[in-house]
């Protein structure tokens, strides 16, 4: 696994690359819309006098700075009023010329905060997408929306049911696929993907995963197996805060297999809910994976866990039926 310190490294380089781009393509815009409109070119040029004779005036007779400064202000209003009708008269955003970043709470500096410094979101969440890339997110190259192959599951009915177990995963997908093109942070909506092994339920957890994280968010993909044990030492006071942090915090977890993950006394149960209930609290979503329906939920955790998981005012709950694409693939 990469570590944390060289991914944050790697990431508060790529935003001064970043920085350095957005100042090229501020000189870029003002060269264009200098050479589109002369009045812009006079304006900007008036604008920069103003604020040198400004300056030096200032300078010259302190006892008048202040006097100096209001006429400057004043005067610097009128330029950039008829800058902004300039640009528009030239087929131009009358904003063209303001400073350019990505993020705009940071301004690309990867920090924000007053009193306290802190990492923004955009950086937090380029550290931890690359973490988990580099590790639990390993899968979603190839499982995707675009690898999806409906063609694995058998087009046979499904028994009790109307319809094919293909059919079924046609419409799976594409509730799958609108969960993730319709997702925002801080909406608290999250999926449960039951059924047994083999019926597609993880492939289209990743799908999710890869979706929600190409449109910007950050997304930590685990299995219950790993995050136990993550909170596991967490609890013991070894290490992993951060992870627990990132699970805590991301815009979307993905938790895959639960229910294959050990019973620890004191672990378990208790972390599962910490982390459950923290996140549902803070309108964080999850999607979760289990071969457990919503009753054995109850049965094997708690009331809390199972309310928490299947509560239809958050959670969609899709039981996947069929038999085993394994099983189906060798049968072929
Ligand atoms: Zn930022």
């Given at each position: ?48 006098r ?22 400057m ?27 350019v ?9 990867g ?30 190259e ?5 690898a ?17 177990q ?18 925002a ?5 999250g ?6 092994s ?26 219950a197996?790993?995050?136990i044990e993550a ?56 999607v ?25 005012s ?19």
């Amino acid at each position: 696994m990469l570590s944390r310190e060289n991914v944050t490294r790697e990431a508060l380089s790529n935003l001064e690359a970043q920085r350095a781009a957005n100042l090229l393509e501020e000189k870029r815009r003002r060269a264009e819309a200098e050479a589109k409109s002369p009045s812009v070119r006079d304006l900007l040029a008036a604008r920069q006098r103003l604020f040198f004779s400004g300056m030096r005036g200032a300078f010259a007779s302190p006892a008048k700075a202040q006097e100096i400064s209001q006429n400057m202000q004043k005067e610097m209003e009128r330029i950039n009023s008829a800058l902004r009708a300039s640009l528009l008269a030239c087929g131009l955003p009358q904003d063209y010329l303001q400073p350019v970043y990505r993020c705009s709470e940071c301004r690309d500096t990867g920090y924000v905060g007053e009193p306290v410094h802190e990492m923004c979101s955009c950086l937090r969440r380029a550290v931890m997408n690359r973490l988990y890339q580099s590790e639990g997110l390993q899968g979603l190259e190839r499982e995707n929306f675009t690898a999806f192959n409906e063609e694995i599951f058998p087009d046979e009915p499904i028994e009790g049911r109307k319809g094919t177990q293909r059919s079924f995963m046609r419409k799976c997908r594409a509730f799958c696929e609108e969960y993730a093109d319709s997702f925002a942070a801080g909406e608290g909506k999250g999926l449960l993907l039951c059924g047994r092994s083999g019926l597609g339920k993880t492939f289209l957890m990743n799908c999710v995963a890869q979706r929600v994280l190409e449109r910007g968010y950050s997304v930590v993909v685990v299995s219950a197996y790993k995050l136990i044990e993550a909170m596991r030492r967490y609890q013991f006071g070894e290490e992993g805060i951060e992870q627990v942090q990132d699970m805590l915090s991301c815009d979307l977890l993905c938790i895959d297999d639960l229910g294959s993950e050990p019973m620890l006394r004191g672990v378990t149960v208790s972390s599962l809910y910490h982390i459950i209930n923290e996140r549902r609290n803070a309108n964080r979503s999850v999607v979760i994976t289990t071969n457990l329906d919503s009753e054995l939920l109850y049965e094997k955790y708690d009331d809390r866990i199972g309310a928490r998981l299947t509560d239809p005012s958050r959670m969609k709950v899709i039981p996947f039926v069929g038999v085993d694409v394994r099983r189906f693939a060798a049968r072929q």
